[in-house]
Every structure is written in C-alpha cells, then in structure tokens.
C-alpha cells in the first residue's frame, strides 16, 4: 500500500530543482473559469467594455436573447437587458465606452439591419441609424479609434449571395459611409478585428466553389485602402474568433467543412508573422466568442461534434509576466495519494489502480456511480506566499477498464469540488467517502475526444480555500456532473506505469519582500553571487546575541543542508557552502535559504545555474 509522504517544514523553505521550474506565472496558458450560465450555445456576440466582458444570443436549436456581464475580478456572470432580437451570428464593436450590434439572423431566418447601441451604465439598448447595405450575417465587424466598421457576409443561404461591400459609422453624426470594397473573395464565415491603427478581415468560406481562406488582409483607414498580409499558418477554415491583448492580436480555432481545430496563433503585426501559442484548452470548436479584459483574453461557448458548449476560458499571454515561482508536484506511486470510490461495491477498497474514475455506468442490470479522490500535500507553499495560480493536470488514462474509453458518453461533464474532511488512502470506500463542499467548485466540460487531457486546469480559488481553512481542507473529489449513465471519465492516477500520465498541479506564487525580515535582531543578510555555480556564501549580522540555523530543504520536504551556531552581537560571519556539502546543489534549479534566529526569519532565493 501507499503511504502519503510526510513533509517537514516548521518555517516553509522551497527549493525548486531542475524538474521542476522557475518561470513567470500563467504566460501562454489557458485557465477554465465560471462556464456561461445558461445553455451551450454557438454563433453567439461578445465584445467588453472597460472591467467587464459582455456575450449574449446565439443558437442551441433556436435563437436566444439574453444578455450577460463577466465580472472577472469575481469570476462571476450578472445578467443583463436583453437583446432586442434573438439573433445568431451578428457582430459588434465598441466605441467609447459603448457596445454596437448589427447583422446576423433572427428566428424567422431574416437578415438583421438595425443597428443598436448598448449603454453599461443604464443597462439599456438604443436604436441608432439602421444599416446601409444589404442585411447580412457572418460578416466582420471592428472598431478602429472612434469609427466602427462592418462588411462582408452572406444575405442569403449557406450558397449567398455573398457580398465585399464594406462600411463605416460614426456616432457623432449617428451614419454610415461606404468605404473601399474588400478586395478577396466574396464569402462569409470571415473574422474581422483590429489593432489600434489599422483593421484585419480573413478566412471565411464560398460554398459556391468550395473555397475555404486563410487569407489575411489589413485596412488602412486613412488611406481606405486594403493590404494583404501574411496567410494565417495553418488550415483554411471559417469562422475562427480570438481577442486583443495590449494591441496584439490573438484569434484561433474555427473549422474547415467538417473539422473543428483548437489551434491558436498571435499576430505580429510589426514583422508581419504568425506565432503558434498555446492551443485552445476547451477543445476543438466553432462559432465561440471571444474578447479581452485587460491582459487577459476570453473564448468560450461554441460547437463541435454535435454538442453546444457554454465552457468559459480565461488566456494569459506573454504580457503578464511575473516573478513569480511555480512548482509542480507530480507524485509516484510510493507518494502519491489518489483513490476511487464505487457504489458498486461500496465497502471495497481498490488501491493501488492506474485510473482516476469519475463515471456513471450499470453493474448487473442496476445503476452504479465511480467517483475520485486525489490529494497534494500543499505545504510546499511557504506559509507567507501568495498564491497567484494553481493549475491540475489529468492526463486520459491510456489502458481504461472501467469504460470503454478515457472520455465517453455525451453528458461527461465533471465537477471538481473541495474535500472537507478527512480519509484514508488504504481504507476509504464508497460507504465512507469524505464529505465535499460545492463552493468555488471547478467543472471540467463536455469531452470533445477519447483520449483528451485536462492541463491547468485553473484551481486557483479552490486552493486559495484549501490555504485559508486547512483543517477542511483534503484534497479534490471529481464526479460527474449529472451521474447519468453510460458516461465516464478516466484519468491515469499516480499509480498507472506510463509516468508521463501521472496527475500534478502546478502552484505559482509569490513571496512579498521583506515580509519575514526582522527589524529588531538581524542586522542584515548577504548571500552571493547570486546566481552560484559551484558555491555561494551566507553574510550574518545581528544587533543581539543569537542561536542561528541556517537551512536549505528542497520541494519534497528534505533538509539538504543544516548548520546552527551562536553568534555575538554586532559581529559578522561569513558561512560558506559549496556543493561539497549539499550535492544536490549539482542540479540546476532555485532554491531559498532560511535563516532563523530566535522567533525570527528571513528568507532569500538563489539561483543555481550549471
């Protein structure tokens, strides 16, 4: 059996070892945040404005209406005024502090040409000048500095007619002014979007010809003139959507005529390339909506492979560099603590087993749930870190025998939740589960493929609970959402043989300066060179007489180097230490050194280069 490593820490010290990092928080990472609240759509309309995110309408079998706020700070949705049309795939843009809708198809199948203008700080719409041109849908729409845009599209059905003609309005004078047609291909299914100077419009689809693009071409509002620039870099496809962060440009997924992709590129728009980032964590998708909030991107909602999401993901690109540490714990077998629970056989214990199981299946005819539990020891975070991110990774089990693949069924949405009180690897059993809170729980949606893993899952606010009430605090518990029979999931656990399979989370953090330091006692500390090669030195000066201990302890809990002495006041010692004495120094990596003198601590990283 198992047994949980015990890690030892009376003033937390981490150092983090060439396996695992030092490395900004949260860049060129995705994190799932609060899904939508209401159904799984497509085609739906999204733009922000200022703090706050705003999606309304879209498709699930009929056209809706409603209208929500993401309040990121909060990760939380507050609903909002109604559109004035149950519309699907419509644009909008947004001029000084205002939304603006216009195009896409109503419930009748009509063409929409009203144009409307959403004020946040009296939650109303107001008609404003109706479109000029010919009512269309999957069209583009952007802003650039005071002007809205809107062209292109389809006014008919999936065959057109298809239009290039393009528009521009201005709010002041509440009108519409043709400008330079689009000089591609007619189409629709296009994206539009902009920088602060110039305005961008590819992809899209001409089912006339069979033509899908993955052209991309640039406005020039002073000059009303289009450029063509660099094609994007992967599979021509219709209907991608992205957002811009800090005046890049961001935009992914999509699908050609059958494939849904999760693929996801920034725009340089200086040297005129494309570079691949970090994929899409929702899945392959169509028709999502997506847009920015400070340095954060958002995509969310969609379609793929018959199924309407209302998911919702937060992504963090390279502008949001930090120092902080991040550390990931993956344990083995011998230390790692995961189990499931069947009601099957709900006072039978399963342990060691290669798979984390959430499922809802049948055994002998009747109904029967699996459920699993997992826990990381967290006392690796120093007790005076602040937590910035805290991501899972599930990885599909690649051998499932409890269903018939890793992800399965069309309702295996699955809950992550907070334990709250205490249980035992070796004795837990279905009858004697451990108690959950639902609170800040995190879900995992609908799978989009058999063998498709979970990384970053963000668990931030679930670990932040677990730090701030360690005494209810046990670990994570996964189970379906609705417990529906056939529908699964299977995660390797840490006792499946594929190593590269076992479940981690990742803990960023950061430690304000100075707030361990003494004022009183220690004089100062001096370690140098920072960074060391092969030896670094420990400079003490203290006000008082003192004991002093100074310690190095590595991720795992491990003391790798340990010296106490006394030392008189107002002198100053020079403590040596080389990899003679602490091998593991040999490794590459960060590591913190803790001095304690009395009831007082300081703490300071150091960095081991090679």
């Avoid at 995110?53 to 993401?70: K, L, P, T, V």
């Avoid at 009203?114 to 009296?122: A, I, V």
């Avoid at 929702?282 to 958002?298: E, P």
């Amino acid at each position: 059996m198992k047994q949980k490593l015990h890690l030892r820490f009376t003033f937390i010290l981490i150092i983090v070892t060439a396996c695992l990092f030092n490395t900004v928080a949260q860049i060129n990472t995705w994190h799932q945040k609060a899904s939508y609240p209401n159904s799984g759509r497509y085609a739906s309309l999204g733009f922000s404005i200022g703090q706050y995110g705003y999606i309304g309408g879209g498709y699930n079998g009929s056209n809706f209406d409603d209208f929500w706020q993401y309040d990121p700070v909060n990760n939380t949705w507050t609903q909002k005024s109604n559109l004035p049309a149950a519309l699907r795939i419509a644009n909008s843009f947004v001029i000084n502090n205002f939304g603006y809708i216009t195009g896409g198809i109503d419930n009748s199948s009509n063409k929409n040409f009203h144009l409307w203008q959403y004020d946040p700080n009296t939650n109303n719409w107001i008609a404003k000048a109706d479109f000029p041109g010919v009512p269309r849908y999957g069209a583009a729409g952007f802003t650039i500095g005071s002007k809205g845009y809107f062209g292109i599209g389809n006014t008919g059905s999936a065959t057109g007619p298809y239009y290039n003609d393009f528009y521009e309005y201005d709010p002041n004078l509440n009108s519409w002014t043709q400008k330079a047609s689009f000089p591609g291909t007619s189409r629709y299914g296009v994206y539009g979007t902009s920088s602060n100077s110039y305005g961008y419009v590819g992809f899209g689809v001409n089912e006339n010809s069979g033509s899908l693009f993955n052209d991309w071409w640039q406005y020039d509002p002073l000059n009303d003139s289009w450029n063509a620039k660099a094609n994007y870099p992967a599979t021509a496809r219709t209907s991608p959507r992205g957002f811009v962060i800090n005046n890049v440009i961001y935009l992914g997924t999509g699908q050609d005529l059958s494939v849904q992709y999760n693929d996801f590129y920034e725009y340089d728009e200086v040297n005129n390339n494309w570079i691949s980032k970090a994929s899409y964590s929702g899945g392959n998708r169509w028709l999502c909506v997506g847009f920015a909030i400070g340095n954060n991107g958002y995509l969310g909602t969609g379609y793929a492979n018959s199924l309407y999401y209302n998911d919702f993901w937060e992504y963090s690109a390279d502008t949001t560099a930090s120092n902080d540490t991040c550390i990931t714990i993956k344990p083995n077998a011998t230390d790692g603590k995961d189990i499931n629970v069947l009601s099957g056989f709900p006072t039978t214990n399963f342990d060691p087993y290669p798979g984390l199981v959430a499922t809802a299946w049948t055994c002998g005819g009747s109904p029967c749930n699996n459920r699993a539990l997992i826990q990381f020891d967290l006392s690796v975070l120093p007790a005076n870190a602040v937590l910035s991110h805290a991501g899972l990774n599930f990885y599909a089990n690649p051998n499932p025998m409890v269903i018939p693949l890793a992800n399965y069924g069309t309702d295996n949405a699955c809950w992550i939740q907070r334990i709250s009180t205490t249980w035992n690897e070796q004795f837990v059993t279905w009858n004697s589960q451990p108690s959950t809170v639902t609170l800040h729980q995190v879900q995992l949606p609908q799978s989009t493929s058999s063998n498709q893993d979970y990384t970053d899952v963000d668990v931030t606010t679930l670990v932040q609970d677990m730090i701030n009430d360690p005494t209810n605090s046990f670990g994570f518990l996964l189970r379906l959402v609705n417990e529906n029979y056939y529908n699964g999931r299977d995660f390797a656990s840490s006792d499946n043989p594929v190593a590269s399979k076992w479940p981690s989370i990742t803990l960023c953090y950061s430690i304000p300066q100075g707030i361990n330091d003494t004022k009183n006692n220690i004089g100062f500390v001096n370690i140098f060179p920072n960074p060391i090669n092969s030896e670094f030195q420990v400079e003490l000066q203290f006000k008082n007489n003192s004991e002093v201990t100074i310690e190095m302890i590595d991720v795992l809990g491990k003391i790798l180097y340990t010296k106490s002495y006394f030392q008189f006041a107002n002198g100053i010692t020079v403590n040596k230490i080389s990899t003679e004495d602490v091998p593991a120094l040999n490794q590459q990596g960060i590591y913190f050194v803790k001095i304690t003198a009395g009831n007082e601590v300081v703490t300071q990283k150091i960095v081991k280069t090679n």
